[in-house]
């Protein structure tokens, strides 16, 4: 077949919207006039039109800007046949604003309107082999020859969620949803399809493809292409040969599809973080802020305002964020493009921090923020009259502040206008904004009202989300606003990898400290209480049955904390390597401590609920019942404060709450004759242990109770100490345990049941004392 130039005017035979050739017969050596038609009409010259389904697609993506995608699209009837499949590369910052228009044609002439057809759209990563999420659209209007649509497919960040062993769909499927309308499917394995995946079918694609419903519908990873995927991309060759790669620094080589992409490179470069140009041969600009000494605090967070001159046009102006870690005295920006002006943002206020005439690609700029940099505000340049002014009048004032200021170097307006005073001490003002986006432009991926911000406004690299108070996280979805916030929220920004435990924070090593001293004393504290109440004349009322459980629980609860300690050391260091091991250390351990201190808790209360009982009965008090009735409210209590903490863990809730704890007590008294000042005086000396442990649980309650309400959040990493002392008091009573049981008041052992008899005998002593002496106070 060889194609002739035509003189078209004089063609008789025209094709409609195709490309007239001349095919010659091998056998017969002529040439016939002949038409290749576009994929939307066929006929010998083009003259109908195919029924087929246009498809405009435009795809976002909330952070992976810099993640490769490869998109597959399928045209599908209800019984899972494919009528047609197309696929594309996309990554954002080349392909951020692209619109890909492609025909989906139907398997027959014509299409069966009896079916019902659909579009499936399935986007995997790179290797084609790693699935992300799938989005599926009915065609509406079956009778319409042409049907078009235009869909805008937004990526999650989450990969939704799949059911491996569902039985529904098999062995060779799994069981996961759309994400367009929560419609669960199987995602059939290469080589089989249908609506359970049991229809097996040959795969005539090459061995690192995906076969996508049909033997011929092959989904080919980056650097392949063809029908059957064994066709290689000439310009990235290099790349899947392991050889070397057109791209420097790590960059990644996209081939150029013509049929959406246009460009005019056979390939473009994804850049790695901190590199740019059309081969990633050039390093960012690097700008490292560092704040003077004349700054007591660090903010949390920090905006750099990047300004570029343009010598025809209006300037640029790009905003960028950075968070400031506790421990981080340099702040570090990145900058692709080119800029002139650098100005610094926080707490409202500017300052000048660079300032250059002509711009040097991949420098290194070191700068310092202070007082002299700083760029005031016109309230306190000017007097109420000119500040009254219209703003265009005011503007001609402006050239004052920068002679009379010989050191001022900036002043802003706040509405229109960013004024710079130059060599000549007059004021070179230009048009700024003032009002930073904080949407992500319009897509706010932060949780928890968190402000979003981009990069560029166009085709962004990076965001960065800035979290209100008591809020963080990469997408401010963790919260410290809690009674007494996790180890790890306190802690974890302040662990160290790979650093020895000598060269760790001052939080961190006080935290050491603190958990040794409190395990040590709760271990010594937890046994002595085991050895009293394991003792069967402890037990012979219920009140001794609940001691024991408690110091069963402090025991317990003492070495899940120097678990959970360990385990936040070993989690930041990386040595739980499995995932499995992570997510139970982080839902199991304080789901532990927080049941086994409200168990605790419960236990000393119903201590003071049996000590009040037989303080009212006296003798009538039945130790029997009073042990049946313990057992089952240990039982009772422990499954009741399970099943009400039961949620964290079934909703993989990492951060819990820890509530407040209290310790046990043991009451004791004599009755006596006497005046009632005496008497209370007397039972103050022998009891006073029970009035001192219960104002020391109140004393330990307070100070939580106070830095809750007082402090509300740790609102900063920098400043830990605040909750740190909240979450370490939490542990005190399991600790000390043993103070409030009768060993530290009486040497010989006591019992609940012993007191109680005493107390009831005594009583009844002085009721009859107090009888006889009225009697012969009556007789005399």
């Not at 045209?75 to 890909?100: G, M, W």
């Not at 300052?351 to 002509?358: R, V």
């Not at 022998?686 to 009035?691: A, E, I, R, S, T």
């Not at 109140?698 to 740190?724: D, N, T």
Request: hydrophobic share 35%; with cysteine.
């Amino acid at each position: 077949m060889k194609r002739y130039p035509f003189d078209f005017p004089n063609y008789w035979r025209p094709c409609n919207r195709g490309i007239p050739i001349k095919s010659r017969q091998i056998l017969t050596n002529k040439y016939d006039d002949q038409c290749l038609c576009p994929p939307s009409y066929y006929g010998a010259q083009c003259e109908y039109q195919s029924q087929r389904v246009s498809l405009t697609l435009q795809i976002l993506t909330d952070m992976e800007w810099r993640t490769l995608f490869i998109i597959g699209i399928t045209l599908i009837d209800n019984d899972y046949t494919v009528h047609s499949f197309e696929q594309f590369n996309y990554v954002s910052i080349r392909d951020c604003r692209a619109k890909f228009t492609t025909y989906l044609l139907f398997k027959s002439r014509p299409k069966n309107r009896t079916s019902q057809y659909f579009v499936r759209i399935d986007i995997f990563l790179r290797n084609a082999s790693e699935y992300r999420a799938s989005w599926l659209y009915p065609i509406q209007f079956t009778f319409l020859p042409v049907h078009r649509m235009a869909i805008q497919l937004n990526i999650p960040l989450l990969v939704p969620t799949k059911d491996d062993r569902s039985s529904f769909c098999g062995e060779h499927g799994t069981s996961t949803q759309y994400v367009n309308n929560n419609q669960k499917f199987c995602y059939c394995d290469s080589g089989w399809r249908g609506s359970r995946c049991d229809i097996r079918y040959e795969c005539y694609c090459s061995s690192d493809s995906v076969c996508m419903g049909s033997s011929t519908s092959c989904l080919c990873p980056l650097y392949k292409f063809g029908t059957r995927c064994h066709l290689e991309h000439v310009a990235c060759r290099s790349i899947s040969s392991k050889l070397s790669s057109p791209c420097f620094n790590d960059g990644v080589c996209v081939p150029a599809d013509k049929r959406f992409v246009n460009v005019d490179k056979p390939f473009i470069c994804a850049c790695s973080e901190g590199f740019s140009g059309d081969l990633c041969q050039f390093n960012n600009s690097r700008v490292e802020i560092t704040f003077s000494e004349e700054f007591d605090s660090f903010p949390t967070s920090i905006f750099a305002h990047f300004i570029t001159v343009h010598r025809n046009t209006s300037h640029t102006h790009v905003s960028m964020l950075s968070k400031i870690a506790f421990d981080q005295m340099v702040v570090v920006f990145q900058f692709p493009l080119e800029f002139h002006i650098i100005f610094v943002e926080f707490d409202r206020l500017y300052y000048l921090i660079y300032l250059q005439s002509n711009y040097r690609s991949s420098q290194i700029i070191k700068t310092q923020i202070n007082s002299a940099g700083q760029c005031l505000h016109i309230d306190k340049l000017f007097n109420s009259t000119i500040l009254n002014y219209h703003p265009l009048r005011r503007a001609k004032f402006y050239h004052q502040p920068c002679r009379d200021r010989i050191k001022l170097q900036c002043f802003y307006d706040s509405s229109t206008f960013m004024c710079l005073c130059d060599s000549e001490r007059k004021a070179n003002c230009f048009n700024y904004d003032f009002n930073i986006k904080r949407n992500c432009s319009g897509k706010n991926y932060c949780m928890n009202d968190g402000d979003c911000f981009l990069d560029t406004p166009t085709c962004p690299t990076s965001s960065v989300c800035q979290c209100k108070d008591c809020f963080y996280g990469v997408r401010c979805q963790f919260s410290t606003r809690s009674f007494n916030p996790s180890l790890d929220v306190i802690l974890g920004y302040h662990i160290r990898p790979s650093v020895s435990l000598s060269r760790q924070t001052n939080a961190v090593k006080t935290s050491f400290g603190l958990i040794l001293l409190l395990c040590t004393t709760g271990f010594v504290s937890t046994i002595f209480s085991l050895i009293t109440f394991q003792a069967k004349a402890s037990q012979e009322f219920g009140c001794g049955l609940y001691l024991l459980a408690t110091s069963i629980t402090s025991l317990i609860t003492i070495f899940i904390l120097l678990l959970r300690f360990c385990l936040l050391f070993f989690n930041q260091y990386e040595i739980l390597a499995k995932p499995w091991l992570k997510t139970s250390h982080c839902v199991l351990m304080d789901f532990l401590l927080r049941i086994l201190l409200n168990i605790g808790d419960w236990f000393n209360a119903f201590v003071a609920i049996e000590r009040a009982y037989m303080v009212i009965l006296g003798t009538k008090v039945r130790k029997e019942k009073t042990k049946q009735i313990a057992k089952c409210v240990i039982v009772i209590v422990i499954l009741v404060i399970i099943l009400t903490g039961i949620h964290d863990p079934i909703h993989r809730q990492l951060y819990y709450e820890e509530e407040d704890k209290r310790t046990c007590a043991r009451i004791r008294s004599k009755a006596r004759g006497g005046s009632f000042s005496k008497y209370l005086g007397e039972q103050f000396n022998q009891h006073y242990h029970l009035v001192i442990s219960a104002c020391v649980l109140v004393l330990l309650a307070l100070p939580r109770l106070i830095i809750y309400l007082y402090g509300g959040c740790m609102k900063s990493a920098r400043e830990p100490w605040l909750a740190l002392s909240g979450y370490f008091i939490s542990f005190v009573p399991p600790v000390r345990n043993i103070k409030s049981t009768p060993i530290l008041n009486r040497i010989r052992p006591r019992t609940a049941g012993a007191d109680a008899k005493e107390f009831a005998t005594n009583s009844h002593k002085s009721s009859v004392n107090s009888s006889l002496s009225e009697k012969k106070r009556k007789e005399k």
